[in-house]
């Protein structure tokens, strides 16, 4: 049965990262015969540019009749002052809300080679392995009613944080499961101490834990865990959390490997249809500049062949070949610690051949 690939490249290095993606993706189709079909289409500003809206029909229909999406990065300086409904976020906004991408999980993890790369002490975050797995589609981000009172002394904006049982149940089903093929452990974090909302997520999650006796199920509140993730991130294994703060966690989880440029995520429906992208935005900064890191891309990648494609065995064997790419010297800029680097049109052709080596 045919696979079908869409891939998204966007903006900035997200064209670059999936250039080198996706000539991984290229190789393994040849080398396993893979029936999967590919399609690439604009997004972000540079489909504004073209078409004049961020995401259009026709990619979106794509899209929905894709097994997986292969997201690069939107944005940029030169979109900063278009209107809200244009600007190349609402791409990313418009795909998971169409295709009903509630669950994102962004694995944090840590190359012990990397370490000196990482802003925390050594013996604190070698062996970094969580997983956060971040509600993406309800919450503040989306909930109604919102907007900007201008006709009021003084004038207001207002958003509503607002999460029903079925929203809570099915995110925290994903959280729990993730945990018992882990290391059975689970820490919901929320701000119970303070919102409503809150307080009915814990009681929720609460009462689910009773399903998940194996499962160590813990509470905390999302200021002490961000704070905890800076002072022992090890004591974790998968936290699940709502929209808002799942969103701050997760960058600060993300920061503590010593750059985005080696973390992937996955944004899962209930069909295990996925949208797959770096952590990293489009850093328009280095665009261009052959320096980017494409490690977290092609994570991605791995991560999409093990819930989307069903070919667990090929996201296993992306991983050892970045394992073997790091624990054998090579890094790209953002991770050498002098001037000797590998660029990004170099990262792909050397995982190939570490792929070759061990198909051999």
Known sequence: MTKKILILPGDGIGQEVTSSMQKVLEYLIDEQDLNLEITERKVGGSSYEEFGKPLTEETLDIAKSSDAILFGAVGGPQWDDLGWDVRPEQALLGLRKALGLFANLRPAFLFN??????????????????????????????????????NKNPKYGFNTMIYNEDEIRRIATVAFEAAMNRNKKLCSVEKANVLEVSKFWRGIVSEMGAEYPEVELTHQLADNTAMQLVLNPNQYDVIVSGNLFGDILSDIAATLSGSIGMLPSASLNSSAQGMYEPCHGSAPDIAGQGIANPLAMISSLAMAFEHSLKRVDLARRIESAIKTFISSGLRTKDIATGNDFIRTDEVAPTLINILKDEHE
């Open 113 to 150: 080679e990397l370490a000196s790369a990482s802003p925390l002490k050594n013996h604190i975050i070698e062996n970094l392995d969580i997983l956060i797995v971040r509600e993406l589609t309800g919450g503040v981000y989306f909930g109604e009613p919102r907007g900007i009172v201008e």
